[in-house]
Nanobody, 127 residues
Framework: QVQLAESGGGSVQAGGSLRLSCAASGHSHSSYCMGWFRQTPGKKREGVAVLNTDGQTKYADSVKGRFTISQDSANHTLYLEMNNVQPEDTAMYYC?????????????????????WGKGTKVTISA
């Protein structure tokens, strides 16, 4: 059973930075896709950034050039570096994982089919 635990959310002014972390445990698969998704009340959950074990990454257009996804494989931790954040980045951010050889394009888009999710960490950006 894969367990994911997010941390690092908080309140920041527009233009500032935040780093989210996701600690993963419970699996030893050599292939997977992991990523960050976000959701605001009344809206569908959307993909933000994902990476896979082939070294590929994919970002939503709205965060390209501002957010960076990375991982520390030795410590089983996924990160999302958020720079120049804007009020529209305000959301609950979720870490997710799909085991197996998953393409990043599928991973970013196939929210309904991803198997493992964390409980989320809240990010609030003030103008």
């Amino acid at each position: 059973q894969v367990q994911l635990a997010e941390s690092g959310g908080g309140s920041v002014q527009a233009g500032g930075s935040l780093r989210l972390s996701c600690a993963a445990s419970g699996h030893s698969h050599s292939s997977y896709c992991m990523g960050w998704f976000r959701q605001t009340p009344g809206k569908k959950r959307e993909g933000v950034a994902v990476l896979n074990t082939d070294g590929q990454t994919k970002y939503a257009d709205s965060v390209k050039g501002r957010f960076t996804i990375s991982q520390d494989s030795a410590n089983h931790t996924l990160y999302l570096e958020m720079n120049n954040v804007q009020p529209e980045d305000t959301a609950m951010y979720y870490c997710a994982a799909e085991l197996g050889p998953v393409r990043v394009s599928w991973c970013l888009a196939s929210i309904r089919d991803i198997d493992y999710w964390g409980k989320g960490t809240k990010v609030t950006i003030s103008a």
